[in-house]
């Protein structure tokens, strides 16, 4: 699917560009990050869709310490490149604020093709080339801002079900219409409901995958990930550091999460007990 590049408005700081008007059709595509494609004019091309969507989905539930925080901030700016959809969100419990929301959602404006740049003049490509070396330096910025901001562990907020807010939170990666999708979750991947625990005494318990799996099937909650590559940070992770996580409870967490991610349309990359030790691909 191609569509038209957004209006350009204020980058960061000073940076304004040229303002366009917002047609209908423009304004309900939500897009947190001003394009630079309206410095063109009439000699803008059309931006095709993005190729590649990253969603960082971050379980405010769980206390990170710093090291891990910048980790989710580095993994994803590393991952990111001109073209891609980047979108932010957060989950917890149900109660007062702590819902889930969509902190950010944008498209990075995809780089210009020689084809596309030999019709555009000199003087259009300069400035298009400054905004776009802007709009990189915006959009880290605004991205590092929308994780941290992400992380707010609150005592007074009980355990989320997590199954739960997976479900819903699938259906933002399936409709995402990127035929290349990646999922960066930081969560304790530790469900805590009415249907079901992993905890016992404090602690992590040793649970049995199949059985935990059967209990889903029967509960009737479904997700389906589109596809999706899954990448998982802070699995395991109790806010008590005395509580204690045998390899044996979180090899066991890892095994029910793979059949999880496989009869949800999804495919699990990447397992960080809490670290995540490889690189987005």
């Given amino acids: 699917m191609m569509r038209y590049f957004r209006p350009a408005t204020a980058l960061l700081a000073g940076l304004l560009l ?19 494609y309206g410095m063109l004019g009439d000699a803008a091309p059309t931006v095709p869709a993005s190729p590649r969507a990253l969603f960082v989905i971050i379980d405010e539930t769980v206390a990170a310490d710093d090291s891990l925080k910048r980790a989710v901030v580095d993994k994803t700016l590393r991952y990111l490149r001109p073209g891609d959809d980047i979108i932010v969100a957060r989950f917890a419990a149900y109660i007062g604020e702590h819902y889930t929301q ?124 589109g596809g999706a590559s899954i990448y998982i940070m802070g699995a395991g992770l109790v806010g008590d550091t005395s509580a204690y996580r045998s390899k044996q409870a979180l090899s066991a967490l890892r095994s029910f999460w793979t059949g999880y991610f496989q009869r949800s349309q999804a495919t699990l990359k990447g397992w960080g007990e809490p670290m995540l030790m490889v690189e987005l691909q």
């Fill in 18 to 36: 040229s303002l366009l008007p917002i047609t209908p059709a423009q304004a309900a595509e939500r897009d947190d990050f001003p394009s630079c």
């Fill in 102 to 225: 969509l902190p950010l959602k944008g498209q990075l404006d995809p780089t210009l093709d020689e084809e596309a740049r030999f019709s555009i003049s000199k003087r259009a490509l300069v400035g298009f080339d400054g905004c776009m070396s802007k709009q990189s330096n915006f959009v880290k910025q605004r991205v590092t801002s929308a994780i941290l901001e992400s992380f707010n562990p609150n005592e007074d907020i009980p355990k989320t079900e997590l199954l739960g807010n997976l479900s819903s939170l699938s259906e933002v990666v399936a409709n995402n219409e990127a035929p290349r999708k990646t999922v960066l979750l930081f969560s304790d991947m530790l469900e805590n409901s009415d249907l079901t625990t992993f905890y016992r005494q404090g602690a992590v318990r040793v649970i049995e995958p199949d059985a935990e799996l059967a209990k889903l099937d029967a509960s009737g909650i479904q997700a389906d990930w």
